[in-house]
């Protein structure tokens, strides 16, 4: 009993001093020709960018944001700088000048739906300059996702149509015994 006590009183310790937090990071560098670096870092309260890449991309990378990102809270003074600020606090920024690109996302000041939607612009983005942004099975995962979604999705409209269908055939049955039986009166009432 005294070790399980323990053991909780650790546990609750490690969350509150931030000990347990999670952190993946991956990270793509190459000396080659290509000249791309980029490392990613996400844990239970920011999402981090630091990349560097060809000067010939930067503009791409720019026109991308722009559309992704639109110009509402962009600046632009050397480098182009996307952020957005709530509670008085830097929630969001992303930089990129000749050649370089970094992001910053505080997971606990932004809304869960604007942070998931940043971070596939970002991930995008990173494929973009010619990184990636995460592993490649992490890649699959969200293919096979999208596809199970849709799926299920298709599911859920047969569903729907079948449900239907029984209804028009339940309506169909009903009106089919209501003829049956005004052809029986009108068989009945020549008869007499």
Do not use: H
Request: charged fraction near 30%; aromatic fraction near 6%; proline fraction near 1%.
């Amino acid at each position: 009993m005294k070790n399980v006590v323990v053991s909780l009183i650790m546990a609750i310790s490690m969350v509150t001093t931030g000990m347990a937090q999670e952190s993946r990071s991956s990270s793509r560098s190459s000396s080659s020709s290509s000249n791309i670096s980029i490392s990613v870092s996400e844990t239970n309260t920011s999402y981090k960018v630091k990349s560097s890449f060809s000067k010939k991309n930067t503009e791409k990378l720019i026109d991308f944001l722009k559309s992704e990102l639109g110009a509402e809270g962009m600046r632009v003074n050397g480098s182009y700088v996307w952020a957005d600020v709530a509670q008085g606090e830097k929630s969001f920024e992303c930089t990129v000048g000749k050649g370089k690109w970094r992001v910053f996302m505080d997971r606990n000041l932004m809304g869960k739906a604007d942070y998931t939607d940043k971070k596939k612009i970002m991930e995008r983005a990173a494929e973009l300059v010619g990184g990636r942004s995460r592993p490649k099975y992490e890649g699959a995962l969200r293919d096979y996702e999208i596809s199970k979604e849709s799926a299920e999705r298709s599911y859920e409209r047969a569903q729907r149509r079948l449900e239907q269908a029984q209804m028009e055939l339940e309506r169909a049955q009903g009106a089919l015994e209501r003829a049956q039986k005004e052809l029986e009166t009108k068989k009945k009432g020549k008869q007499n």
